[in-house]
């Protein structure tokens, strides 16, 4: 405790880091204020059959993102997850488009480029999602329009509303990474996903303590101990890593050397990070935009792709978690490139040619790394659906696993470190007693 309040004073001395805090907090302030306010012309009373559909099953992860911003019929219900769909699209032209492969090579120019076409893009899934959401809720609400109000009439300021709330709130995102601590967008989702932890944990204390069958405290214990096992085996997936040694050449200029160092190249068993869970998530909620648009909705496959718990639904999210997360820390770590850099500055792996070779072996060596760490993270992601086995609460168990629980423990890791750094900077101690916290880099934060 002396050590924490110690931390919170350090954090204070320093101007820079103290404003980052505060600008940090303000802007999440401003999200979470937004995500209780009504669309103009919807009566607040007459909501509850929405609240009702996005207590469970897929609609309560939508909900969930969006921090309750769903439920509550909100400026901001579409939250920023039509942003992160824009830039799974973005991401895969890249890939697949020589246009956007020439433009990410660029370097600062096509990153902006492509940063804009992703911003036209997220202005174009809006413009589709938003009447998406609007007929759910005239089918769940049809009498919480304001008398005098016509859905038809209502339908089109209420698209825009939408829509610019979901700008504003990808606004406030930059706005944190820039001026605050921690990547704006991911603490955005964060922000969203605690915001339903207090009400999630009573509801499931109410449940294990007033059912006949629910456990009682024995029960209850079982599920934070299984939570705690969870979060622990998270935090180890996030900071593993596989070093692969270098050595460098010796070289004289003049009448100095320079060289002759071993190094290391640190791997991450998880180098993806959050991004192949929110990628797959994103995904999922595919259909549950298009059955908005079908008249029928009673099909097996359709009916299980709504269901967080069915067998089905998590078969197909595992697997786009562990194709995600092969792509992604394929485009993030270029074997050739770092093989032609270690080769520049006479560096080279003991044992592998320089070259073609050792762009081969660190290649191996990630396919290696990667293929574990994505069976282990789909495994973390299902967890929910088999918490639910046994009867732990639909809010609750999604603590337990999931998309919700790996962004959790992923950007407080990622904002701890970055606190850290300015600690450190300013020669104080960091945030633990022994060690510092590991960052994306899979080393230690100096």
């Known amino acids: ?38 669309l103009p012309g919807i009566d607040p009373s007459k909501l509850q059959e929405l609240q009702s559909q996005t207590s469970g099953g897929l609609m309560s992860l939508l909900d969930m993102f969006s921090g309750g911003a769903f ?14 769909s824009a830039s799974i699209v973005m991401q895969l032209l890249a890939v697949a488009v020589p246009y956007f492969q020439k433009m990410q090579r660029e370097g600062e120019s096509g990153r902006k480029k492509i940063s804009w076409y992703t911003r036209i893009l997220t202005i174009g899934i809006l413009l589709f999602q938003a009447p998406s959401y609007l007929m759910n809720l005239k089918m769940q609400a049809y009498g919480a329009l304001a008398s005098g109000i016509e859905w038809s009439v209502f339908i089109w300021p209420a698209t825009i509303i939408l829509a610019a709330g979901s700008m504003f709130i990808l606004w406030l995102g930059e706005r944190i990474t820039d001026k605050g601590i921690g990547n704006g967008i991911s603490l955005i989702i964060m922000i969203g996903i605690i915001a339903r932890f207090p009400q999630a944990f009573m509801q499931e204390v109410g449940s294990r303590f007033t059912a006949i069958s629910g456990g009682g ?16 085996a998270a935090l180890l997936l996030v900071q593993g890593t596989r070093k692969i040694p270098v050595q460098y050449a010796k070289r004289v200029v003049g009448n100095k050397q320079y060289g002759g160092a071993r190094q290391y190249i640190p791997l991450k068993l998880f180098a993806a990070n959050v991004m192949p869970i929110i990628f797959a998530q994103a995904l999922m909620f ?34 786009l978690i562990i194709a995600f997360t092969y792509f992604y820390t394929a485009i993030t770590l270029n074997p050739t490139q770092m093989a032609e850099d270690m080769k520049r500055n006479n560096g080279f792996i003991p ?18 790394i990667t293929l574990p760490g994505s069976l282990f ?18 809010a609750f168990s999604s603590f337990f696993g999931g998309t919700s629980l790996l962004i959790l423990v992923g950007v407080v890791i990622d904002t701890l470190q970055q606190i850290e750094s300015h600690l450190m900077m300013r020669h104080y101690d960091g945030l633990l007693n022994s060690g510092h916290i590991r960052g994306r880099g899979g080393v230690a934060a100096y």
């Not at 320093?14 to 979470?32: C, G, K, N, P, S």
């Not at 439920?71 to 992160?84: C, H, R, V, W």
Request: proline share 3%; net charge positive.
């Open 1 to 38: 405790m002396k050590k924490f309040i110690q931390t919170l004073k350090n954090c204070w001395k320093i101007e820079d880091l103290r404003d980052r805090i505060l600008i940090t907090i303000m802007f999440v302030a401003i999200y979470r204020f937004g995500s209780f306010v009504v």
């Open 71 to 84: 439920s509550n019929a909100s400026i901001f219900a579409l939250g920023i997850m039509p942003y992160i």
């Open 217 to 232: 405290l024995v029960m209850f214990i079982v599920e934070i101990l299984i939570l705690y096992a969870v979060v622990c």
């Open 286 to 319: 595919i259909p549950l935009a298009i059955v908005q648009y079908s008249t029928d909705q009673s099909g097996y496959v359709i009916r299980s792709l709504m269901d967080s718990k069915s067998l089905i639904y998590n078969v197909v999210f595992a697997i």
């Open 351 to 368: 044992g592998i040619k320089p070259g073609k070779d050792t762009a081969e072996y660190i290649d191996t060596v990630m396919s290696r």
């Open 377 to 394: 993270i789909a495994f973390i992601a299902i967890m929910p659906a088999l918490a639910k086995l046994l009867n732990v609460q639909d």
